[in-house]
């Protein structure tokens, strides 16, 4: 168990570029999430995967972002045309299920997006 | 909407003390809560998680309790050390039928133990 690992650890960008993230969940973990923490703030929901389908994003996923998880495996997030808005640490989590320590989440080391 | 806040915002203590970090949250009507811990610049460690059916549970020096009816939840450090500075979590999982998972956070409150 190597834990969650997510690429890169820093990002910095211009306005208007597109981004994508990748994030490794814990390797028998159906459940991934992404959320998104501002400074000072706690992190925010973004999206959800059980396998490879996605069955929930927040109204905070704009169109710009799309995130995949193909083969229900690792996930990426992508950010087209950025914004200075979007700067922030993007978190990845995953967990093995729904019911009891099962569903503790395991969080990622972070993505910190800074976009000029 | 469920909505979840830390208070204190920030707390600064000496060595050695016992402390309670609080949390509080809208909407009763929760599947969880746990309480994590988050270093400077770094992902989320979880410390602790409350079923909805539970009053606490307990991990080395750490305790965290329960009450839903009231909406509120503590967190409970003994032996303060300067080794657990940091920002400590609390976030909730709502008690839905689509059941999703997805973390409601609060704010955090930020630690410092002073040796």
Sequence with gaps: ?116 | KQEVTQIPAALSVPEGENLVLNCSFTDSAIYNLQWFRQDPGKGLTSLLLIQSSQREQTSGRLNASLDKSSGRSTLYIAASQPGDSATYLCAVRRSTTSNTGKLIFGQGTTLQVKP
């Design chain 1, 1 to 116: 168990d190597t834990g969650v690992s997510q690429d890169p650890r820093h990002k910095i960008t211009k306005r208007g570029q597109n981004v994508t993230f990748r994030c490794d969940p814990i390797s028998e973990h159906n459940r991934l999430y992404w959320y998104r923490q501002t400074l000072g703030q706690g992190p925010e929901f973004l999206t959800y995967f059980q396998n490879e389908a996605q069955l929930e994003k927040s109204r905070l996923l704009s169109d710009r972002f799309s995130a995949e998880r193909p083969k229900g495996s690792f996930s990426t997030l992508e950010i087209q045309r950025t914004e200075q808005g979007d700067s922030a640490m993007y978190l990845c989590a995953s967990s093995l299920g729904d019911r009891g320590s099962r569903e503790t989440q395991y969080f990622g080391p972070g993505t910190r997006l800074l976009v000029l």
